[in-house]
């Protein structure tokens, strides 16, 4: 009885999760199928065969993006961008929250976690209908286990699979970091391969924690796909149970940090929202830093399996003499859309990202309509690296000092200086000799001058916790800032429910509206007509599975909005 007691103050803790006593009614994850419309009214759509969601949603007609409405709490719709045709359809943006079902004593860390994760998709077992669920999360087994719900996924801690299948958890204390290793790539494992390490483990004291089963003893038809780096015993295995449940265990016990900002604990809840498959995700994991050298051999691999369709040019070079590579794709002689990476050598994230939006773009693995259609009409031109020198130096200036953000053509003449690290480097060294002196600045000038550019994004990383940011450009050369605010609020719904930052928040990307008088790119761009902003992406390396995603996802939507205001350009 007195696990049936906690479980019950479990789901009072889920109920205040919910936003308050008033929603009572748990799993009712919201249905977010597309509607279709059926007129329009001073803005306001009539809409059938659904029900939308609160929220941003996309307009398609024949697969493109063709415009953008809000939906209001009371589910009214209202065309907010772009058009609305007889019969187009609208897709919510955010994916339908999973309705997932967690047993976990109370105040058990993950359970606070999933409620932050999976918002009001959530709720603790076993009040609830466990026949609803879409998957269920067991960090405890229920008292007895015929109890076990009926979710379609039973996701199961290395504790509660150990004691289901009577094995030892094997518990490790080290000095040194260990991880997890991939062994097998699961279907909904996309991003990862054979062989990669990703940091798995908790603290105890000044000891590193980490748990694992016996590789002996696991039932018949148990797929190891994850081992420990210290005991090669299984950390992440599945099961297809007789009924035709999957079940997955893994080890939610040693990363007990905070989720997605404490090293060890970054990617605790990625294999879970994962296996869950409600977004979808472009990642790619990036096990170490790649030497310029590896980076570019990589860039050349990928213009050389799509001949024909992607062109990799030299076009310019950088302080240092290095070739500054840029790749174009798409509808040649149209309008193009122009992404840079690296400006700042330090922020190395985005030329992975930028590497997977243009793979992603070449090879569109998931099928989306809306890729072919964007291709088919615009260009896109990718600058990955520009940045070499810095890159390979670990330095966020070119080889002469210069902060290449600081050498554009937009009041170039007022820049007295700056703080942090840019302190450190005088004025007149830190903005170099005179506006566009530098090869990288020039490189990106030429381009954004050549043919019609359709948008511009400028790619940064600022890593810190709250730093994942759209950054818009000064406020008096802003080009279709509004069109820009919608962006962050599409993206901040489709971006929802995959990651956590600091186990109490939602990844969130946080908006810089009024911009900052400085020689910026996407300062210079705005001033010669182009819509431009740069993003800011948080967090380094071992989050590469996610952060690789927020770039394409952020390029793409950025492409999909712009294209539904200029609709047949
Ligand atoms: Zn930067």
């Known amino acids: ?135 269920a999360i067991l960090i405890q087994l229920p008292e007895g286990n015929a109890n076990i719900p009926k979710a379609g996924t039973l996701f199961l801690s ?182 840079t990476g690296v400006l700042h050598g330090g922020e190395v994230m985005n030329a992975y990202g930028l590497l997977r939006l243009a793979e992603v773009l070449l090879e569109n693995p998931r099928e989306d309509a809306r890729i072919s259609r964007l291709l088919g009409e615009y260009g896109v031109e990718i600058i990955p690296l520009l940045n070499a020198w810095g890159y390979a130096h670990g330095k966020q200036t070119n080889s002469r000092d210069c902060d290449l953000n600081r050498n554009f053509d937009y009041l170039w003449e007022k820049f007295q200086g700056d703080s942090g690290w840019r302190a450190a480097i005088k004025p007149e060294v830190l903005r170099g000799p005179a506006p566009f002196s530098e090869g990288e600045t020039q490189a990106v000038r030429d381009r954004l001058l050549a043919g019609k550019v359709a948008g511009y994004i400028d790619f940064h990383q600022h890593g810190m916790e709250h730093g994942h940011m759209l950054m818009l450009p000064h406020r008096p050369v802003q080009r279709q800032p509004e069109v820009l605010r919608l962006l962050h609020e599409v993206l901040n719904a489709r971006l929802a429910g995959r990651a956590l930052y600091g186990s109490d928040q939602r990844l969130q990307l946080v908006l810089s509206g009024t911009g900052s008088p400085r020689p910026f790119a996407q300062n210079w761009a705005a001033s010669r007509g182009i819509t431009a902003c740069t993003f800011e992406l948080p967090g380094g390396v071992e989050e590469s599975l996610i952060l690789t995603d927020m770039v394409v996802q952020e390029a793409l939507h950025f492409m999909w909005i712009l294209a539904a205001t200029s609709p047949g350009s």
Do not use: C
Request: net charge neutral; proline share 7%.
């Open 1 to 135: 009885m007195t696990v049936r007691y906690s479980y019950r103050a479990g789901l009072m803790a889920a109920i205040l999760l919910l936003g308050g006593a008033g929603q009572t009614a748990l799993l009712a994850g919201q249905a977010a199928g597309a509607a279709r419309v059926s007129g329009e009214q001073e803005g306001v759509l009539q809409v059938k065969d659904g029900k939308l969601p609160a929220g941003p949603a996309e307009i398609r007609q024949g697969g493109a993006v063709v415009g953008f409405a809000r939906v209001d709490p009371e589910g009214v719709a209202r065309r907010v961008l772009g058009q609305a045709p007889r019969d187009a359809e609208i897709h919510p943006i955010a994916a339908q929250e999973p309705r997932v079902l967690v047993m976990a004593p109370p105040d058990h860390p993950a359970a606070k976690e999933a409620g932050v994760l999976f918002g009001a998709g959530m709720s603790l077992a076993p009040d609830a209908p466990a026949s609803e669920a879409d998957a």
């Open 158 to 339: 290395l504790d509660a699979y150990a004691a289901l299948r009577g094995l030892e958890v094997r518990s490790h204390q080290v000095t040194k970091r260990p991880a997890l290793r991939i062994t097998v790539v699961a279907p909904w494992m996309p991003g990862l391969e054979v062989g990669h390490e990703i940091s798995w483990f908790g603290k105890e004291g000044d000891r590193f924690t980490q748990r694992s089963l016996p590789a002996e003893g696991l039932p018949d038809g148990a797929r190891v796909l994850a081992v420990s780096t210290l005991d090669q015993g299984p950390i992440l295995l599945e099961e297809t149970l007789p009924d035709g449940r999957r079940l997955v265990a893994l080890d939610l016990e040693s990363p007990n940090g905070r989720a997605g900002y404490d090293p060890g604990s970054k990617l605790k809840w990625f294999f879970i929202t994962r296996a869950l498959d409600t977004k979808a995700f472009y990642g790619r994991h990036v096990p170490r830093r790649l030497t310029v050298d590896e980076y570019t051999q990589r860039l050349r691999e990928l213009a050389a399996r799509h001949t024909g369709r992607a062109t990799l040019t030299e076009i310019g070079k950088g302080s240092a003499g290095d070739p500054i590579l840029s790749l174009s794709l798409g509808k040649k002689d149209a309008p193009r859309f122009v992404f």
